[in-house]
Structure formats: C-alpha cells, structure tokens
C-alpha cells in the first residue's frame, strides 16, 4: 500500500530571533555583525522552562521553542519573541550547548571558551571551570558533561590541573565543602592528587559531574579490563542528553562506534592499570567508563547528523550517512541488572532507508513515552525532494508544501519568481531544526519556512478518538492505523466538509466492517442501514473505494516490502491483522466512550461514537456492546439491526455501574472489571478526566496511595497534606489533579454529588498543612490566601499560584461575596480629613507626627472612642499651648506668664519620648520625599488675648540649650515612625535628609533610623564623615544607631568605631584624646549592645575596669553616668550567661562586689597596665568609690546572672537587715538591688500583694507598722531611713513585677500595680479614697516629696510596660490626671514629665500594635530605659544619657493581629480562643479574644482557633519556642505578618452592624421566603394565585450574596411571563432550592437540584407528549448513582452530619421514577419482546420510539443485565433444577445486582407455568 500525501501547515517564514534582538540591542563595538553566527532551538522541558499547557497546541506556536542564538562572545536565550537572559562572555564561544550537572533536575548551560569552561544556572549562578589542556568540544550527557581534549605533542609542559589557577583552589574548596559521597579531604594528598592529574592528561575524554567538581578520566572498558581511555582519533559526533549513549568516528579506522556510558567501582583492576602508582578507592568512589557496544566501517566521512527515534517501542539510533544518502538506523535493547540498565544493540534490528536529510519528530504518538524517551518518529527527505514521514521503518505518509503556497511565494518575492519557472517547481532542499512536531524547510536553496507537520485539530472528537488509539494499540496496529488514515490526500475536501476529520475517521472501521472476515463464516446480509448509505454517499467513499491493510515487510535494509495500495490480499478477506486492529479499537474507543459520558458539554459528541462503536460492535458480534450503546441511545436501535453473528460474551465496561457499586459496597478489587484498561494505564492522558473521577471515588471508599498509584492501580497525583479522613484524601487528591469547581459542573449531577459532600463534609475544619489550591476548593478562600503569602517566594510562584487557584475556583471566584460594608469602617475611612483637632487650635493644620495614626485598623481597635483623639492632643508638640492669664496684663502677670511657660515648656519638651513610642513603625517612606520631622514648639498662646503668641524670654535663660535633646528626641520620634525593614530606605536617601551643617534634628532621625535597623545602609566613609563633623549628638545617635543595626553581629568595622570613643582601648603610646564623657558613655552601651551575649573575654575585661574607672575630664558629677553605662554595657555583653560561662566570670564577678563595698579580699583579676591605661584608676585612694560604681556592679550583675536563678549571686545582693545596715547602704542603691535580685530570681515573681511584702526585711515593716503609735519610745530609731527603705523597696519591687509581666496585660499585676500607684499618689495629695488598710499610711511626713515622687512615676511606669499596647483606659485616665496635676499646681519637673510622657507612649505602643518581650535581651533595654534615675532638667545627662530612654524600641514585638474579610478585603472584628501553656504561675489556659488585638508572647502561644457562628472556623496550631516574634517577611511566619483572613457565613452580619447577633441576614429575610406558601389548607388556593415581587426576591438574594448567577436566577424565577398554572410547582420548586442553596452556603446545590428535577420532569413529560425531545437515558445513570449516594449517606458509609441533598427530596426521585416506569402497560409487553428476542425494535414509528426510550430507562433503572445473560441464566437453572413454582430466589443469586421487580418479570417471562401455578 502506497504511503499517503499530506499537506504541511506552514507556520510562517523562519528567522532567528537572536539576529531581531541583536537589531534591536545597542550593538557593542567590538562586535562586528558580519561574523558568522549559530543558533539552535529545543524544546524549553529540557531547562525546565516549559508551561503546563496543551502540548497539541503547543505545536503550532513557536511560543513553544526556545531559540539559544550565539554570535562571537554573546548568547541570547529567546523564547518565541522574548528574550528571557543574555549571555556576554570575556573571550569568543567554541560551543556552548545544555546539560544536567550534579544530582538535581536542574539543566545548567555550559560554554566553552579557549581555556575555560563557564557554566550558567537558570537562577543566574555563574561557575567559570579552568581546562588545563585544550577542549575542543563539549557534549551533554545524562549526568554530566562530556569533554573531548586535543591530542597535544608535549603533554609535560602544561601547568597541573590541580594548581593551574588561583580559581581552581577556590573551586576545590567549595567542592571539599560538599561531602559529596565518601570523599574525605584528607586523602588528597600530593602524590594522589599528581596521580590524578597525570590521568586526567592522558584521557582524551574527560567528564564533569558538577559544577564545583573536577573534571574526571575516562576509562574504556575492553575484554574485561578497565584502561583509561587515550583515545584522541575517537572524535565524538554525537551524545544523547536522555540515554548514557554516544557516538564517535574514527577517520583512520572509518569507523563509527557507539559507546555505552556506565558507572564502575573503584577496583584492583583500575588502579593497575594506572602506570605510576595507586590512589585509594576513596578519592572517586564512582568512574565512568565506555563500553563499546556497536561499530560499523565503510564511511569515508562521519555522519552529517546521529539522533535517536523509536521504532515499535524499541530506540534506535540513526546515522545520516551523506555520501551514500541514507539513513542508518541501529537498535538498541535494554537489560536491567542490580537495579542497573545496561544498553547493548539488537542484532535483528538494523535496516536503512535513502536520505539526504532527517530528523526526530513527535508527530504519531505525542503522549506516548517509552521509558526516558518520548516516542519519536523519523522526518526524511529523500535524494528525490520527498519529504517523508516513518514510524520505525514503516513510511507513514509523504508530506507536500499546501497547494497554494506556491503562488503565494512567487507573488511575495519577485526574486524568485524570475528564477522560478513557476508554482509548481517548488522544491524542499533542505531539513533543519525539528523540535517536536515543527521543522525548517529549504525552499528551493533560498527561503526558509516554519512548518507544522500535524495541523491544528478541527475536531475534539477525532482528536480524542486518535491519541486513544495511539496510547492503546500496539504499535504496529496503530501504524496500519496511520496508514489507512493517511492512505491518501485528503486536505481538498477539508475546506468542503467541517466534519470531515471525523467522517474520514469513521470510514477507516466502516471500510473494514464492509470487508469479508476470516474468522466469520457468514457474511451478514446487506441492507439498506443508514451507516452504509452515509458510506456509500460520502465524498470519502468516491477518493477511496478500497480499504485494504499493508502487510510490513521483515526484510531490514528496507521497506520494499510494503504492499501497494490497491492490490488485493486473501481474496478481499480481511486478514488477522485487521480483525485485530477492530477488537483492540472497541476497547480504547470504549474507553474515550465511557469518559465522554462524564462531561456533560459533549453529549453530541458521545452519540456520534456512540454510532461508530455500534457499527463496530456489531462486525465483531459483541451484542453487549450493542446493547450498552443502545441503552444510553436508544433511537440508535433505528439504525443498527440485530448482530447475526457469534455473539461474545464480553461485558463491556462501565462507569456508572462502577461508581454505583463503589456507593453500594465500597471501592474492592472485584469492581475492576468495570473500569476499561486505558483508564489503569500509566501515562494515559486523553482519558484522564475519567481516570480522575475514578481514582477519587476510589480514594474517597478506602483505597490508599501507594507511589505514584492507588492500591487498585489506579494512577493518582495526590497534593502533600495530613489527612484523617477518606474525605480529606479524596480532596488532596482532587488538588493534585488540578480537579475545580468548574470541572465538578460538567460531571453528572449525581456523579458530582460524594465528590461535593466531601468538599462540604471538610470545610469546616481542614487540616492547618494543605497546599492554598485545596482550600480553594473548599471554598475556604481565607485559609488559602493565608497558605499562600506564606509559600509565595518570588514572582514566577505568585502568577504560577495566582492562575493555579483562580482555575481551581471558575466560576465560584466570587464566591458569595457579602455586599454590606460595615457601617463603622466606611466612616473611617471618611475619618481622614475630619480628624478631631484641639478646639481652640489655630492652626488645624499643623503637622504633629500624627496625622497618619487614624486609619480603618485603628479605629476599629478603638471604636467610636476618642481615646485616640485624646492621646494625640496630649502628646502633640508642634502647637502653642494655652496659658491662662488675664484680660489685662500687668508686669507681674508677665513674670507669671514666663513662669508658666517654662514649666509648661519643660512638659512640651518629654513629648516626643511618648509621641515616638505612640507612633513606633506606623508608617512607610517614600524614597522620594525628603522626610518631614514635626515642629517642637515651646511657645503659648493667650486666649484671653486673641490667642496671642507667647515665647520664652531669651534673657532670662537660653532656649538653645534648652531645646538640644528635646530637638533630639523629636526626631527620633519622627525617625522611629518608619516601619522596621519594610519601607527600604536607601543610603542615598539617608544622604539625602542630611544637612548642610549637623544639628540635632538629623542626630535623632540617625538614632531612630538605627533602632529600626536601617543604617545597615551606611558605609565606612559615610560613617566617617558623620564622626569627623564631630558634633555630640550626632555623635551619639549614630554610634547608638549603629549598634542597634548591628546588635549582636559583632562586626568588626562598626567595633572598632565605637572604641574609637573609649580613650581605654587606646595603647599607652597614644596620646590621648577629649573625648567628651557623654560620648564615652554612650560609646559603652553601644559595645555592649554590639557584642550582646557573646560574653566575648577582652571586651568585658574592658568594661569592668571603666566601671570604676576614674573620670579624666573636670566633670566629676558625670563619673556615676559613666560607671553605670559600663555596668549596663558589661551586663548586656556576658547577657544571662552566669549560668553557663563554667566558672569564667568567677573574676568578674570578684571584682562587681569590690565595687559593691564587699569584702572579698583582692581580686583574682590582674589587668596589665600595659593594656589598659585605666587599671590603675580603679579605686579612688586604696578603696573603690561605692558611690559611684555600686549602680554600674549591681546593674552588671543583674545583667549576667539574668534569669539564671543563681543562689550565690542572690545572697551578694542582700538587702539590709538592720538598722545599722541601713544606716550605710543608700536607699537608691537597695532599690537597685531589690531589682537585681528579682531579675535574677525570674521565676519567684509573683502578682501578688503579698509577694512584694515579702521584699521587705521585717526590721522595716516593724518599723513601718509602728508610724502611727507614740513615737516616743523610738527616739533612737531613724524613722525616716526605714520610711525611704520602704518605699524604695516596693519601687524596686514594682518595678520587678513591671519587667516580669513586660507585655503580658496580666490582671493581676495591672491591679497591684494600680493600687501601689494610687497609694503612693494619695500619699503626695490625697486625691481619692483607697478601700484596705493594707498599706502603711503617714509615710509622706517622713520622706521627702522627691523621693515620693520618683517612685510613683517608677511604678506608673512599670504599669504601663505591663499593659504595653493595651490602651487600657483606667490608665489612661490616671495618667492624664499626673499630666494635668504636675502642670497645674507647679510642680513641672523635666523627669517626671518624661515618665508620664513615656508611660503614655507605652500605653498605646506603636497605635496599639506593638507590645514587649521578655526575652533576655528585651528585658535588658527596657531596665535601660525605666533606670531609676530622673533626669532633672532637659540637659541632664550625668546619671544616665536621656538617649537611652528610646532603647526600649529594640525590646518591642509586632505580636498584632488583625482578621481581614477575605471577600471585602476589610478588617472585621473576629472572636479568637487563644491557648497557652502551662507555666509555673498557671496551668494550661484558654481565653477569649476579639481581634484586632494583641497575643501572649510565642514562648507560652500554643493554639488560636477563630471561633463563633459568624466565620468559618479556623486553627493555628504552634509549638512554643523561647524565640523572638516572627520578623516581617518571615517565611515561618504563621500569621502572615499579623494577618488572618477569615470567611464569613452566609447570613451572618458582621460585628460592626450587629453586636448583639439579632439582625442576622436569615432573621431578617427568612419570613420573605416562607411567607410564600402557608400550612393553613385554607389559604393554600389564595396563596397559589399570589405573584411574587421581583423586587423583595432580587433584594433577598443580593442581600445573601453578589454571585451574579444567584440573582439572574432569582429574576428569572420572578418573571411575570410564569403565570401559567402548570409552571406554579416549578416555580415555587424553583424559589425554595434558592433558598436553599444561598442559606446553606452552596451555590452548586441549584444545578444538582435543577439537573435532577428536570430529569424526572421530562421522564412524566414523555409519558403524556408524542414529541419530546428525550433522546439518551444517560440522565437516569446520573440519577441512579445520587441515590446510591443517598444510601452511602444513610448508611455510613460516607461520613458527614448530613448529606449535600436532601435525603428526603432524592427517595421522592426515586420513588417518582418508579410510578413512572410501572404505569406503563405497554413496556412490560416491550419488555417481553426485548428477552425473548434478544433485539430492539427497529421501527420508526414515533410511538415505538417512545417504548423503546421507556424500555431503556427500565432496564438501566432496575439494572437488568444483557439478554445474553440473562438467557445463560435462565438455561442454567433450567438445566439443574426442576421448578415448580417460582425462580426469582435463583433468579436472584445468579442476578444479584438486578431490582427485585425487574426479577420478577424476567420470571413470568421464561417461567410462564410457574406463575401460573403460584397464582
């Protein structure tokens, strides 16, 4: 049989996009475009590069091929008309070409330079590999990458490998650092690594297996003997990338070989055969060596191409041989030893054909795979201009250019059309770049073209038809196929026909079924059948009256053996081959026929193979094939008379009957027989939306995943995932399917219905570990966005999952969106412009530093209160403040005025310190914009004068000095409002704000900058330039930024920095410098802040000298600062490390209670003079200034032995005991101590009052009990020293409590702390009553107000760590009233202010975002910041810098969390139950929170679960870890950064509208539904006629959800044109599963509710109407299967607390069908007919149409088997019993899945006596 013709599909005109892209590049000039070029294209899969789509479609667009274009030094990598990277390498490329390198899936490009090897990875990694000898070309293999070397004459006198560059040690190192395998660095000594060397210089073929690796020998394997391959004449032509295959030629031999790559051992025999010693087994543990496994002689030349194809599932490798013009093919046979492939060739396969060019193609099997390789057919031109397709050696068909493309050449190019004679010379010259199906053709020497060798498909149908076949035949059957289809041009008639893919198609078997058989004896009578008159009348019929199959020839060197086309074989008989082809073609097309009937949009296609199969079925008398075919299509029976012939007794499989008995009995290995075999087989795509079906219903009754499979063989892809539940595994799986919404609409109702009640069953509670595509499916929109901003790592992964999950929910993506904005947010956000200003400002204006602190999530954290209104009033800056005066003003009102003002000016001065902490990380800069820091305005405003201006006397003192560290802290205010690491604030921009001469403004924005982290940014020179402008504040806030950028980096550059500023590092030889105090001392924090918990030796030998170091400067009053900065510096850096330093900080500790006062005898540490010029002024005189360096000791100690609960360090610090005791120790300093000892304590703190009595030493609180008794007996007793002992204790116990509870709003420490704050306060000025006599009274007449007052502001500010980010308003009011009270009766002092002003700031920490740790590290910057020592005036800086009260900032936590509506995308109120651990103060707890709020720290975070009946449930489980909050963009992060999107239900309002839960959307509008009908029976006449308004439905259902399909519905059942009576049940049906569907929050229940009710409508409809349109009974499998569905559920077998339907509405489904069937008399009569003749009836009348509907609804209904079967039934029980009165019991257990009524008829029909008899 001649080879078919067919017409190429020609793409377009073919050029290099690289030679576009170079156009349009800047040229470079050293580029010259006249050099030569060179490009190749390949299929993107093999970079990893390729889209999931269609791979038939992929075909025809170049979008598909990836072009790598190489000219001189530049490679452009394009895809389509893209360029996806550019390449510019230093020296010109030899080669360059891809290959898998090291053990990922990853492909890397390889080029090769002269003297190097430079290799890409796709993610832009670059690995230059140096060649000690010269490469002349690369080639790819499956695990590395082929180096073929130059022979060279002097091999010597190159430099060794090992050592060639300085790069190659770099190299050598990274690979050390692998570990790859068993290689041990130690063994590479120098003699193996010259051994190894000299063997690489012998090889003449090297192989690098990774990018970090060295290159490796080759061995080549002969007679058993493993010899390093030094080959040089073996030049390598050819490797294969898939297969360990290469080819190589040998000029002087002419000789082609082929070469088996393969792994070896390191054995005795290798090492021996290595001249000059051996190296151990361990330097490689795996060579490669090759084995030759093919040679052939007789080419003067080598092959002009080698390439691989397949030839009957066999690979074979083909030689172009050019100078004898054809093509070699050699076959290859694979043998698996030890888990090992071994490659050898297969003698019997070898054959050639003529050819001057060819190629590998996908063309005939697309989908195919064999093994690694896809299935690759062979493209050939032939010496005769042919252009021939072969699968194996059997040619296929001849392609030709189209028709018309010939004058469109000539019309297009007038060129050549002068050369060309005309059309018809066209010739193809020439073959290139075939990249799966696609070619370059040669026209005529001159024009290449992109052509297409399968065109774009016209039908679905025959598509689908054709790769079944393709995956299911064998494939020599599928070839004959191909030649049948291909036998003859067919393209002319394509244009005349839209069908015609489909007719030629079906011709192919319809010509075959005409045929005689051998294997039937009889020939079926032929009659006039439609099918026959379709054939004879069909253009196909005329082009192709013979149908004849070729008969392949064995002989191998080539195909002449075919035979022609039209002669004859066997007499006109259709041989074996044939008859083969049609049993194993009803199969694989029974196959496409049982999917099909699971997509509900290609129905019409399922009835046109459902003809074709008929036809076939009944050439090979498979009677139960045409039985199953007519029962879906009963009008079929028309068409297709009774099989005559040998009927077989095969039972065709089917879906529905299986998806029937997995609900009935369970998904079991003996329902197999239902499934056809292509769904089981792997890699079978064109039935994969069957396979998928089945394989979830078989996941969802029991069967579990093993590999890639299901136990039932079944293949799977099943999402990673925990599941508990068959439910949740069959919604993995359904997620690793790709299986949506959408594609759950085209199954059949009933199909569709377990695999939504999974859905539904799961979505309350999902596992917390699913992938986003999974809750998509659920319809849990909040937890998959969720899941996804965690897993989204770069953009590629978001458009990849933003497309992922958008299909997996089409057409549910808006899946019932609520349309009610909360009343509270939208008034929000018209907020902005309307903010609540001062009502006597000027200026309203005025920007404060918060302006941006109203948003939507701030005003839902606080309500409709103003406390925020209020704070920012109390904490504004930037406005004149109001000075009452009077009207008219004399001079003493003036002095009074400036009085006034300075103590207000004072007050305004601390209110950035709590505007800082208000507004911490609150916004995000904009690198554009200069960035705006507040006005700090200290003047006032008279309103009694017109709001008069009033500014402080410069005469009287200098406002200068005044406004340097307030101006200070305004900026770090206005720096810390940035958001930690989110705003990416670039150096230029630091540079940018810089001004032209330093002031204090920028030192603050440095400061506050660096607490954020952002002077990362800063280089040297920057922070060099900052130093030498040498201004002290500036100085400071960097040297203090910094070091909290780098906090606990220890960088060197910043370290050395920052001992710049310690004269007591310098060597005694320099000279040393004026380092001003303040700067020393903030240069000691910063070390210690730099060098935090790294207990590094030399720094803390350092810092314990300068704590008692003497000042050198004239201030003495500053050495306290100093000793105590040492004290914090040297605590930070051994932080909490007591515990663990093994007897380290023994001296350390020494030396800390020397400067206590302690009589420890000396220290064991003796600091060299030589090192430290300040050992030597340790001590004032012979002892230590305890005075001065108690506050640091003590600090440092507390520091060190932090929560270490060390007993020793805890007995140091004694608090005194007596009276004498306390005679000597100062109150401050017991303070310190009593702070110390708890911190070192942690664990005994306690919330309790009496905890902090315990404090107390029992000389103190007997004295205290004893204030309000005769004092004359206790003349001898300092009264006043217990009193300040007293209460410096509970100030130092207040304030342990403060730190221990830091961010925690615990409620019993808020309310002891509040009650100690209250006493303290009315023991000032008694200002409210206090209930108990718990606390001693009088003690004001015995202590000084300062005192008292420095420990009341010590305990409101510990209070206020407590409630950190609370807001708490019983606070808040007390500390407006301390802010008002200090102001109005005259007592404004600077420290106290700052305590309130800060207090407030912590109170509403960060807008009530932010809260504190209490970690280590955070517990040492907040005791930094709450150091009880007040500053007395905004200069002071002697006992402790005013900049360390901001460094509370680095103890901070984002612990916010908010719930954002994932349908609104607004924030919503949502309760939450938080669980935390057990701790040694509570066992394990759950408490209620509504978000927004704040959670306990991650230490004791175990659970949140999102609860109440408004959202959809959902879980956070954690673990918890003694580590800091998650950062932002923490990939752990559980929270998203602080979000949790939720769901709300269906007919809930959100908290903002309804609080109290009596507005819900159901409450409302359930009566608008109900209210339709009544249960009265005498309204029920009334309330039929009643209409409808269109308009409360339509607002009914918006009101529950925006999907625009509810509410075209909802219209469409409103319509005024329903008032026909007949439609009223319809209608009402209609409104009530509405309703259903919206409130039960199921939109997909109305097309499963529609689909099933208008099944049975149009089954009563048929009963009364002559003409209805019913043409399939497909629908009653669909209904048959929902109630199989409803027993499942009934039963248990499918667990939920309710089925997806109502149970009752599918039994009145069924109950209905049944009324239907038995009413009709004739169908038992029909029945009748059916069993005993074994036939439909072929009559056209119209009411025999409707008995044969009605018969096929019976019989799928009650199941009753083929007449076939049922006769071998009914004969056997003949045969084995004598009945004489019923056979239904036999009956039924020879038919057990047959309805008991269809028994009983099958009874009265074969058993006719016996019915008699029982009646």
Not at 62 to 81: C, D, V, Y
Not at 989 to 1017: C, D, S, T
Not at 1620 to 1647: G, N, T
Request: proline share 5%.
């Amino acid at each position: 049989m001649s080879p078919g013709v067919r017409s190429l599909t020609v793409l377009g005109k073919f050029k290099p996009f690289g030679l576009i892209a170079e156009a349009t590049d800047c040229k470079p000039p050293d580029v010259d475009v006249s050099d030569s070029y060179e490009y190749f294209l390949f299929d993107p899969h093999l970079t990893g590069q390729g889209n999931d789509g269609d791979g038939n479609e992929a075909n025809f667009s170049r979008q598909r091929e990836h072009e790598l274009f190489i000219r001189h030094n530049r490679i452009i990598w394009t895809s389509g008309s893209r360029v996806l990277k550019r390449f510019t390498l230093s020296s010109p490329i030899i080669k360059a070409c891809w290959s898998h390198l090291g053990r990922g899936p990853e492909a890397f490009l390889c080029v090769l330079q002269i003297g190097c090897l430079t290799v890409y990875s796709t993610s832009g990694e670059v690995v230059s590999v140096p060649l000690s000898r010269t490469v002349i070309s690369i080639w790819p293999l499956p695990f590395g990458l082929l180096l073929q070397q130059a022979a060279e004459v002097n091999q010597s006198s190159h430099i060794p490998f090992s050592s060639a560059t300085p790069t190659l040690a770099s190299r050598e190192m990274l690979r050390q650092r692998k570990e790859t395998g068993n290689i041990s660095p130690q063994n590479f000594h120098s003699s193996v690594a010259h051994e190894l060397t000299s063997r690489r210089d012998m090889s003449s073929h090297l192989i690098l297996r990774d990018p970090l690796e060295e290159p490796e020998p080759i061995y080549l394997e002969e007679r058993g003997k493993l010899n390093i391959m030094k080959d040089y004449d073996e030049r390598t032509i050819w490797t294969s990338d898939r297969l360990p295959l290469m080819t190589s030629y040998n000029k002087g031999k002419m000789q082609h070989s082929v070469w088996a790559a393969e792994f070896i051992d390191s054995n005795r025999e290798a090492s021996a055969s290595c001249s000059s010693g051996v190296a151990p087994d361990t330097v490689f543990p795996k060579r490669v060596s090759f084995r030759r496994i093919w040679q052939a002689k007789g080419a003067k030349k080598a092959a002009s191409k080698v390439f691989l194809a397949t030839d009957d599932a066999v690979p074979v490798i083909c030689f172009l041989i050019l100078e004898q013009k054809k093509l070699l093919s050699v076959g290859l046979q694979t043998v698996e030893i030890n888990n090992e492939i071994l490659f050898d060739v297969k003698p019997d396969i070898s054959w050639s054909v003529s050819a001057i060019a060819a190629a590998p193609v996908v063309v005939t099997r697309s989908q195919v795979k064999n093994g690694l390789l896809p299935h690759l057919d062979i493209i050939v031109l032939s010496p005769e201009n042919d252009l021939v397709l072969y699968s194996g050696k059997q040619c296929l068909c001849k392609y030709v250019l189209p028709s018309g493309f010939g004058k469109n050449l000539v019309s297009g190019d007038r060129e050549s059309a002068e050369k060309d004679s005309g059309p018809r010379d066209l010739k193809i010259t020439g073959l290139s770049d075939a990249v799966l199906g696609c070619i370059n053709l040669s026209v005529n020497h001159s024009q290449i073209f992109r052509c297409a060798l399968t065109g774009s498909p016209s039908s679905s149908l025959a598509n689908d038809c054709i790769a079944a076949l393709a995956e299911g035949l064998q494939s020599d059957l599928y070839n004959l196929f191909l030649s049948l289809l291909w036998g003859d041009d067919n393209s002319d008639q394509k244009g005349s026909c839209v069908h015609f893919e489909w007719e030629a198609f079906c011709n192919i078997f319809l010509g075959i079924c005409k045929k005689p058989t051998d294997v039937h004896q009889k020939q079926p009578k032929t009659s006039s059948e439609s099918s026959w008159e379709f054939l004879l009348s069909s253009k196909f019929h005329k082009a192709y009256p013979r149908f004849h199959s070729g008969i392949i020839s064995n002989n191998s060197s080539d195909l002449e053996g075919i035979v022609p086309f039209g002669t004859k074989t066997g007499g006109g008989k259709i041989p074996s081959k044939s008859m083969e082809l049609m049993v194993q073609s009803l199969d694989c097309l029974h196959a496409v026929y049982e999917s099909l009937k699971m997509d509900n949009l290609r129905k019409q296609d399922l009835h046109q193979l459902a003809v074709l199969l008929c036809n076939i079925a009944k050439f090979l008398g498979e009677k139960s094939y045409i039985d199953h075919y007519i029962r879906d299509f009963p009008r079929l029976s028309e068409t297709i008379r009774a099989c005559t012939t040998l009927s077989s007794s095969r039972k065709p499989p089917n879906l529905f009957r299986w998806f029937e008995n997995c609900l009935r009995r369970g998904s079991l290995p003996t329902n197999l027989d239902d499934l056809p075999d292509l769904i089981r087989k792997d890699g079978c795509s064109i039935v994969s939306w069957a396979r998928k079906i089945v394989s979830f219903y078989s996941v969802l009754f029991g069967d579990k995943p093993v590999g890639q499979k299901l136990s039932s063989g079944v293949p799977c892809n099943i999402s990673p995932g925990s599941y508990s539940s068959n439910e949740e595994l069959a919604i993995l799986a359904m997620a690793g399917e790709r299986f949506g919404l959408h594609q759950l609409d085209l199954l059949p109702s009933g199909v569709s219905l377990p695999l939504r009640h999974a859905l539904d069953s799961c979505r309350e509670s999902p596992p917390a570990d699913w992938p986003a595509i999974a809750y998509v499916l659920l319809g849990r929109e909040d937890m998959a966005l969720s899941v996804f901003r965690n897993l989204s790592s770069s953009k590629e992964f978001e458009m990849q999952s933003d497309t992922s999950l958008i299909s997996m929910s089409i057409p549910y993506m808006l899946h019932l969106h609520p349309v009610i904005v909360p009343s509270s947010l939208s008034e929000s956000v018209g907020m902005e412009n309307s903010k609540i200003e001062d009502t006597s400002s000027v200026d309203g204006s005025v920007i404060d530093g918060m302006e941006h602190i109203f948003n939507s999530y701030t005003q839902l954290r606080y309500g409709r209160d103003l406390r925020l209104n209020e704070i920012r009033r109390l904490l504004c800056s930037a406005r004149p403040v109001i000075i009452q005066t009077s009207a008219n003003p004399t001079i003493s009102d003036q002095e009074q005025q400036q009085d006034q003002l300075w103590r207000i000016a004072q007050r305004t001065a601390v209110l950035p310190l709590g505007r800082g902490a208000f507004t911490l990380s609150t916004i995000h800069t904009l690198l554009t914009e200069a960035f705006t820091v507040p006005k700090l305005v200290l003047a006032g405003r008279l309103p009694a004068q017109q709001n008069a201006i009033v500014n402080l006397d410069p005469n009287v003192r200098n406002i200068q000095e005044l406004k340097t560290w307030p101006e200070f802290h305004n900026a770090v205010a206005a720096g810390l409002r940035l958001a930690p690491l989110q705003g990416k604030v670039s150096r230029t921009w630091i540079k940018y704000n810089k001004p032209g001469e330093p002031n204090a403004v920028h030192a603050g924005l440095l400061f506050g900058l660096g607490l954020q982290g952002y002077l990362h940014v800063l280089n040297l020179s920057d922070i060099y330039q900052y130093f030498t402008q040498d201004h002290e504040s500036t100085t400071v806030g960097l040297m203090l930024g910094l070091a909290a950028s780098y906090r606990r980096t220890m960088q060197p550059e910043i370290a050395k920095a920052l001992f710049f500023h310690v004269p007591a590092r310098y060597q005694a030889s320099y000279a040393e410098f004026e380092i001003p105090t303040l700067l020393q001392s903030a240069a000691l924090v910063s070390v210690g802040i730099l060098f935090e918990g790294s207990a590094h030796q030399q720094t803390m030998q350092l810092l314990l000298g300068e704590i008692g170091r003497r000042s050198a400067g004239d201030n003495v009053l500053e050495r306290e600062g100093y000793a105590v900065s040492a004290g914090f510096s040297l605590g930070l850096v051994a932080l909490g490390r007591g515990g663990d330093a093994l007897g380290s900080l023994d001296p350390f500790v020494n030396r800390l209670l020397q400067y206590l006062g302690a009589k420890e005898g000396r220290s064991l540490l003796a600091p060299s003079n030589e090192d430290h010029r300040s050992a030597a002024q340790i001590t004032d005189g012979s002892t230590s200034n305890v005075d001065i360096t108690a506050p640091g000791a003590i600090i440092a100690l507390a520091l060190m032995y932090l929560k270490t609960e060390s007993e020793v360090i805890f007995s140091k610090l004694s608090i005194p005991q007596t009276h004498y005791e306390l005679e000597c120790v100062r109150p401050d300093f017991i303070m310190l101590r009593v702070i110390a000892r708890n911190l070192i304590m942690w664990s005994r703190i306690r919330p309790t009052c009496e905890w902090i009595e315990s404090q107390v030493p029992e000389v103190v609180k007997s004295g205290i009990s004893h204030l309000q008794d005769d004092m004359d007996d206790m003349y001898e007793m300092d009264v006043e020293a217990l009193v300040q002992a007293y209460v410096n204790i509970v100030a130092g116990a207040c304030i342990s409590l403060g730190l221990r509870f830091a961010g925690t709003r615990d409620g019993n420490a808020r309310d002891l702390l509040y009650n100690y704050a209250l006493y303290l306060l009315n023991e000032i000025k008694p200002v409210s009553a206090t209930s108990g006599t718990a606390f001693p009274r009088g003690i004001s007449k015995f202590v000084d107000k300062g005192t008292l007052e420095m420990c009341l502001y010590l305990v409101i500010l510990s209070l206020s760590v407590v409630m950190a980010g609370s807001g708490d308003l019983q606070i808040f009011r007390l500390l407006r009233f301390l802010r008002s009270r200090n102001s109005a009766d005259g007592h404004a002092n600077y420290g106290t202010q700052m305590a309130v002003s800060l207090a407030t700031g912590f109170l509403f920490l960060g807008g009530g975002m932010r809260t504190f740790s209490t970690s280590n590290g955070s517990i040492a910057m907040l005791l930094i910041t709450l150091y009880p020592r007040l500053p007395s005036g905004p200069n002071d800086n002697r006992c402790h810098l005013q900049a360390f009260r901001h460094l509370y900032v680095l103890a901070t936590e984002a612990r916010w969390l908010q719930t954002i509506d994932v349908d609104s995308g607004l924030p919503v109120y949502a309760p939450l139950e938080v669980t935390v651990k057990e701790t040694e103060l509570y066992s394990e707890t759950r408490f209620c929170e509504v978000t927004p709020c704040i959670l306990p720290e991650r230490a004791i975070l175990k659970k949140i679960c999102v609860c109440g009946s408004r959202y959809w449930p959902q879980q956070v489980e954690l673990v918890p870890e003694e580590k800091h909050w998650w950062s932002f963009g923490d990939k752990s992060d559980p929270f998203s950064s602080g979000v949790i999107h939720v769901k709300r239900k269906v007919g809930a309002c959100s908290y903002v509208d309804d609080p109290v839960g009596c507005q819900s959307l159901l409450s409302r509008a359930m009566h608008k539904v109900f209210g339709l009908r009544t249960l009265d029976e005498s309204n029920t006449l009334a309330n039929s006629h009643r209409e409808l308004d269109s308009d409360s439905v339509d607002h009914l259902v918006s009101t529950f959800s925006s999907d625009p399909s509810l509410i075209a519905f909802a219209q469409l059942c409103c319509d005024k044109s329903w008032n026909d009576r007949s439609d009223s049940d319809f209608k009402e049906f209609c409104l009530q599963v509405l309703f259903d569907c919206i409130s039960k929050d199921r939109p997909a229940l109305l097309q499963v509710y529609l689909s099933l009710y208008t099944t049975i409508a149009s089954m009563a409809d048929l009963l009364v109407k002559t003409d209805s349109n019913v043409c399939d009974s497909l629908s009653i499998s669909s209904l048959k299967v929902a109630l199989a569905y409803n027993e499942a559920v009934a039963s248990g077998r499918l667990a939920s607390s309710g089925g997806f339907v109502q149970s009752i509405f599918l039994a009145s489904l069924g109950k209905r069908c049944e009324e239907i069937l038995n009413c009709s008399t004739e169908l038992k009569i029909n029945l009748r007919n059916y069993l005993t003749s074994e036939a439909w009836s072929d009559d056209h009348n119209s009411k025999l149409q409707k008995d044969t509907i009605l018969l096929s609804w019976y019989l799928k209904w009650f199941s009753v088997p083929s007449p076939s079967i049922i006769r071998a039934a009914v004969e056997k029980i003949k045969s084995k019993f004598k009945i004489s009165t019923s056979a239904v019991p036999l009956l039924r257990l020879l038919l057990p899945s047959t309805h008991i009524s269809a028994i009983s008829e099958i009874d009265r029909v074969f058993f006719p006596s016996n019915v008699t008899i029982a009646l």
